[in-house]
């Protein structure tokens, strides 16, 4: 087999629904979370319109030099999925501003797992700074109602290196 037929067997599809917040960050900044292959909205007034920028295996590192499976916490083996965000609106009920406070997120990377039956979902969100994707927030998620089965991505997603804003 393949390395990136090994990879690809290992990656859940992304999973769209609703999940719970799992730490204390994710509970006061978004809390449950809808999301879609083009949205992401929170029961706290977080709302994101994104769009595919590839994936990545987790052992990549981002534009600072940080790890995906690192900073996601994830088992190996696992791929990141990388979605700009094209318009972040915030409600003015949200307690933290966004997922990177007043900052306006650039990028989140999201990655799923099935941890005790349930589907986990690990999310970075990042900010530009000078340019750059910067991490600026970690939030964790949880969705038990989802059958906790893992499935493979369409031939078409194939993982790539995280690029700054701007570049080919």
Known sequence: MSELAGMMAAVERPASGWF???????????????????RLTSSRGLHYRT?????????????AGNHYETIL??????IVELRRVT?????????AGGFCGGNPAVMLAIAYEI???QRQLHLA?????EGQPRLCGLYFYRNA???????PLPSAMQPHRLRPAGEG
């Open 125 to 129: 969100a990042y900010a530009d700074k």
């Open 145 to 151: 109602d989802l059958y906790a089965e893992e499935l």
């Open 73 to 78: 916490q994830l088992a190996g083996g696992r």
């Open 87 to 95: 318009r972040e609106a915030v409600d003015d009920y949200a307690p």
């Open 20 to 38: 719970e917040p799992a730490n204390d960050t994710a509970a006061a900044v978004s809390g449950g979370i809808n999301i879609t292959p083009l």
């Open 51 to 63: 769009q595919s920028a590839g994936w990545v295996q987790a052992y990549a590192a981002d534009g």
């Open 115 to 117: 941890k005790g039956g």
